[in-house]
């Protein structure tokens, strides 16, 4: 079991790649709830999302993002971790491990790897095929600051770096995958938005390194617990919601797509987790990669769902190679999006107003299945914001 790896194989899609996410599921079996956090729901809203979802869809592979399970003592978090993760083994698809501080306040990186497979401590692997092979980087942000491990209680959450070590790896890692579009997991955020103790002290240098190998599209992070989005040097940087974080039944975990034109789709699913769809940058425009002109996004800039912008960036393309062209869970995510353009968007009480007139499919068995089926409120909608 080595520190680092990497893997390759072919997406089952043919219009793109799509994956799993959830992160903070903080397991902890009879644990009872603190403030806002449910420790004894998320073994059944793992299981919900498997069964309704992650197994439903057909995924290339599902992440985890850390904080696993909660801390309780040693013994006790063997035996939540290996019961949480034979409920995660469930999933049909790859499921990654991503490092979390919540499961090394007792355990340690071994111990943790050991029961779940998690092949090592940062790693990458490809999915896809030519000319969509996407490229996948997962991070340890779990290392003391000089660049020894963090693990078993030894660290403080306002002390957590990226290695030397690791940066070295990466920077290897992403100079020999130049020419595919990069997603990065890590636990801990790369933000100077948050307090210290939500990011990795020498943020400021990854964003430059993220920055600096431009097919590098997006950063996903959780132990914030909340809905983030922003975006430094061209890069999209997302924290996730938190499963943890609500009462069963509620949930809250995400599907994830990145087609063609190197959009990512972000549907957040169970009503807390914002769905986003995130613009790709161009890859290689000032690199010899032979690919790069295949890579190029419909656009230079990138835009998020929620902003202030009345220029929409939804396109309908995205779903035409598609059969049913829109399904139940892309027509509830395009919901989702008009919703958030509805709330933040500059004219809100229209574009809230006609998002209440079809909300109600949401959650109906009416769903119409072709975008020229919907209601009439969200054609409105839909010309009014395009
Ligand atoms: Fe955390």
């Known amino acids: ?187 801990f955020l790369f933000s100077a938005s948050v307090p210290s103790n939500r990011r990795v002290q020498n943020y400021l240098e990854m964003q430059g390194i993220f920055t600096s190998f431009n097919q590098v599209q997006a950063v996903f992070s959780g132990h914030w617990h909340q809905d983030f989005y922003e975006q430094v040097g061209g890069v999209h940087y997302i924290a996730m919601d938190a499963l943890v974080d609500y009462p069963y039944p509620d949930n809250t975990y995400s599907i994830i797509e990145v087609d063609p034109d190197l959009n990512i789709t972000i549907t957040g699913i169970g009503g807390h987790q914002t769905s986003y769809l995130l613009d790709g940058r161009s890859i290689g425009s000032s690199s010899s990669s032979s690919h790069s002109s295949e890579y190029s996004s419909s656009s230079s800039s990138s835009s998020v769902i929620n902003s202030d912008s009345h220029t929409l960036p939804f396109s309908l393309k995205i779903y035409r190679e598609r059969t049913p062209i829109i399904n139940d869970i ?25 998002v209440g007139d079809v909300g109600k499919y949401k959650y109906s068995n009416s769903i119409p299945n072709k975008l020229t089926d919907l209601p009439s409120g969200f054609k409105e909608l839909y010309k009014e914001s395009s």
Request: hydrophobic share 35%; proline share 3%.
């Open 1 to 187: 079991m080595g520190t680092s790896s990497s893997s390759s194989s072919s997406s089952s899609l043919d219009y793109g790649v799509k994956f799993g996410l959830f992160t903070d599921s903080h397991h902890a079996n009879g644990e009872p709830p603190v403030a806002n956090r449910y420790y004894d729901d998320s073994a059944q809203k793992l299981t919900d999302a498997i069964n309704n979802h992650f197994n439903v869809e057909n995924l290339d592979f599902v992440v985890e993002l850390g904080d696993y399970i909660e801390d309780v003592n040693l013994a006790t978090d063997q035996i939540n971790l290996a019961a949480f993760d034979a409920i995660y083994s469930t999933c049909t698809s790859p499921i990654k491990y991503v490092f979390g501080n919540h499961e090394l306040v007792n355990l340690t990186k071994s111990q943790f790897k050991i029961v779940t497979g998690m092949p090592s401590n940062y790693y990458s692997f490809n999915i896809g095929t030519h000319p969509l092979e996407c490229h996948f980087v997962i991070l340890d942000c779990m290392h003391r600051s000089d660049g020894s491990d963090a693990e078993a209680g030894n660290f403080s959450v306002n002390d957590l770096w990226i290695s030397d070590t690791e940066k070295t790896w990466l920077i290897n890692d992403l100079q020999a995958n130049s020419d595919k579009p990069t997603y990065v997991f890590c636990h």
């Open 330 to 354: 892309e027509f509830s995510s395009v919901i989702r999006r008009k919703f958030d353009v509805g709330v933040y968007g500059d004219n809100s009480n229209t574009l809230k107003d006609a």
